[in-house]
């Protein structure tokens, strides 16, 4: 089985930023993706950020483009979400995931483990 735990979370002023990270422990699987998803109170969770393994491949929903950053460390089984000009509508519980395969997709139900989420509040 594969823990992800989730930091970095808080809350700031719009225009400001926050730095997430996602740990993976356990049996985790080489060669794998690690992806950011958002879920805001009464919204679907929605598709942030996504990271191959060697990190060549990055994805980005249109709405954070320019603003966030995903990285990883696979050393140390990490990635991280630089978030920057940060606006109330980013407010949002952020939930780690982590695919088994090296496909970089959007897809929420394509991910096998996930996180319980870090809540980042954006205030105007």
């Known amino acids: 089985q594969v823990r992800l735990v989730e930091s970095g979370g808080g809350s700031v002023q719009a225009g400001g930023s926050l730095r997430l990270s996602c740990t993976a422990s356990g049996r985790t699987p080489s060669f794998n993706t690690m992806a950011w998803f958002r879920q805001a109170p009464g919204k679907e969770r929605d598709f942030v950020a996504a990271?191959?393994?060697?990190?060549?491949?990055?994805l980005y929903a249109d709405s954070v483009k320019g603003r966030f950053t995903i990285s990883r460390n696979n050393a140390e089984n990490t990635n991280y979400l630089q978030m920057n000009a940060l606006k109330p509508e980013d407010t949002a519980l952020y939930y780690c995931?982590?695919?088994?395969?090296?496909?970089?997709?959007?897809?929420?139900?394509?991910?096998?483990?996930w996180g319980q989420g870090t809540q980042a509040t954006v205030s105007s």
């Open positions: 995931a982590l695919d088994k395969s090296n496909r970089v997709i959007t897809t929420l139900h394509t991910y096998d483990f």
């Open positions: 990271i191959s393994w060697t990190g060549g491949r990055i």
